[in-house]
């Protein structure tokens, strides 16, 4: 769940840069997990934009790999393009919650599917980014995402990344 608003307007260009990990799953429309998943998440700041590299490993041992660029374009605005992402995807922020929607080729089951993303992220009181997704094809709902991404815990001393 969702905490209260934080007071804090997200950034998602200072939030996602440097590393972060991930935890969610992947529910069906009635609401049955089929999917768990971590991800490891690495943020690099360019001039306007930032580039988040995302690694993920699902509980059946898939893996997969996606690569955003999003562009700042002010006033709240962005505008991202991964590897997957067929056209881009767009959103705006409205104090601590980005919406961001994008349509996305996905493989399920060898197969390639074209779905659409719908994700509210939400800065939560624990410095946390709740993102909460709703996924259809062809306007119809075919499950949703729940992922809690948070900053990298740091190295503790002497020990080595790696």
């Given at each position: 769940m969702v905490s209260a608003p934080t007071g804090q307007d997200l950034r998602l260009e200072e939030f996602l840069e440097g590393s972060l990990v991930a935890e969610g799953e992947f529910r069906d429309p009635f609401g049955r997990v089929r999917r768990t998943f971590t991800a490891q998440l690495t943020g690099t700041r360019l001039p306007n934009a930032i580039r988040v590299e995302e690694h993920f490993l699902y509980n059946d041992g898939e893996t997969d790999?996606?690569?955003?660029?999003?562009e700042v374009l002010g006033d709240g605005?962005?505008?991202?393009?991964?590897?997957?992402?067929?056209?881009?995807?767009?959103?705006?922020?409205?104090?601590?919650?980005?919406?961001?929607?994008?349509?996305?080729?996905?493989?399920?089951?060898?197969?390639?599917?074209?779905?659409?993303f719908a994700d509210r992220f939400e800065l939560d009181g624990t410095g946390a980014l709740i993102n909460t997704a709703r996924v259809s094809k062809f306007g119809l709902p075919v499950g949703s995402v729940y992922q809690v991404i948070r900053k990298a815990p740091a190295l503790a001393a002497g020990q080595a990344a790696d």
């Open positions: 790999d996606r690569e955003w660029l999003i605005h962005y505008r991202g393009t991964a590897n997957d992402v067929v056209d881009v995807a767009e959103g705006r922020v409205h104090g601590n919650r980005l919406d961001w929607r994008y349509p996305i080729e996905l493989k399920i089951n060898g197969r390639p599917w074209r779905l659409t």
